[in-house]
């Protein structure tokens, strides 16, 4: 039963303010629902044919039990692959699980058993792991709740202070009956409590999360620096400040508030800071434009079928694709540049 003395206590008389609060409730709302689908709904993206080992080589992999070995044969598949982590121990990074030389920046998720493109971590609140593919949709599903929260939390202060007030001055005028003041005070002091508690919660996620696309760094790496040929680096990745926000939200701004794929690159290969020490996978990799984004993905969010990680025949597409056309162009550049940018 609707407590009508309570609501008529307690309600928004304001025409005005009621218009501006529905809007600004929904547009949050559905920002909300909108980039939260697509972090779950997204699927995690692979490493491409390329990096599987050929058959004969899987193979001769298997059968090989001497370490050593077997990082030779590593060696040799990996040396036309665009790659610049290394393991510890200066190995190449090799899935034994998905049987897949492990690209730059990707790892594999227990809990997905799979191996996935700049994996950040494997989300329970999403239940999928949050990587290249979907980044940029978790990053907003942060945002949007944040905003949510703030705004339920900030609206309900006001009557959450009422109850309060009211209650300790016992007017019988402008304060509910007892029973129905309970209930509702209980609906009050719960939906501000909630709204409160996951404001802090989320506001912590949201800004750790903010300083990591800063710094181009993936949760697993602000734990465990990455290892390149020439030692581990924790900013091995990052461009500097704008380059890094680009790289996750892409170029144009008036796509950043949307959960589009707008981020830049394929996954597989990112540009690294200090492109000098490592001269040999340079002049594999490395792009005549480092401006540009590593590979030819579509610069319009709105082409995601265009985007090869984020449709179903991935592994498919990838004969020949991207990484061959990088290769080769890149290789075919005599005219490298090599900059060094200080990360801010
Ligand atoms: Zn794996
Ligand atoms: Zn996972």
């Known amino acids: 039963m609707a407590p009508t003395h309570v609501l008529r206590c307690f309600t928004i008389t304001c025409i005005g303010e009621k218009i501006v609060y529905l809007i600004f409730f929904h547009v949050s709302f559905v920002m909300f629902v909108w980039s939260y689908w697509k972090t779950i709904f997204t699927k995690p993206a692979n490493p491409s044919k390329e990096f ?3 058959k004969a080589e899987k193979e001769r992999y298997e059968k090989e039990e001497r370490p050593e070995s077997q990082q030779e044969i590593l060696w040799r598949a990996a040396s036309s692959l665009p790659l610049y982590t290394r393991t510890g121990a200066g190995a190449i990074r090799y899935c034994d699980r998905c049987q897949v030389i492990k690209p730059d920046r990707c790892h594999h998720c227990s809990a997905c058993d799979m191996c996935v493109l700049k994996m950040d971590h494997h989300c329970p609140w999403v239940n999928n792991c949050v990587g290249f593919s979907n980044y940029k949709y978790f990053i907003l599903f942060l945002a949007y709740s944040l905003v949510y929260c703030l705004f339920i939390a900030a609206t309900v202060l006001q009557y959450f202070i009422k109850f309060w007030t009211l209650c300790r001055r016992k007017s019988a005028e402008n304060c509910p009956k007892n029973e129905l003041h309970s209930q509702a005070k209980f609906h009050v002091l719960f939906l501000f409590f909630v709204a409160a508690m996951f404001c802090i919660s989320i506001l912590s996620l949201f800004t750790y999360h903010l300083w990591l696309v ?15 040929r ?33 981020s830049q690159g394929d996954g597989l290969t990112f540009p690294i800071r200090l492109v000098s020490a490592d001269p040999e996978q340079a002049a594999v ?10 590979a030819e993905v579509p610069t319009s969010p709105l082409n995601e079928s265009h985007n090869h990680l984020l449709s179903n025949d991935q592994h498919a597409n990838h004969t020949g694709g991207h990484l061959a056309n990088d290769t080769l162009k890149s290789a075919g550049s005599d005219s490298i540049t090599i900059s060094l940018e200080s990360d801010s």
Do not use: M
């Not at 800063?214 to 390149?228: D, L, M, Y």
């Not at 581990?232 to 380059?243: A, E, M, P, T």
């Not at 990799?285 to 984004?293: C, F, R």
């Open 214 to 228: 800063g710094k181009n760094r993936s949760t697993i790496e602000a734990f465990r620096a990455p290892v390149f």
């Open 230 to 262: 020439t030692g581990s680096d924790k900013n091995g990745f990052s461009l500097g400040f704008r380059k890094n926000v680009a790289q996750v939200f892409g170029d144009q701004k008036k796509y950043w508030p949307l959960p589009l794929f707008t």
């Open 285 to 294: 990799t490395l792009h005549p434009e480092p401006s540009k984004s590593v």
């Open 52 to 54: 599987c080992l050929a």
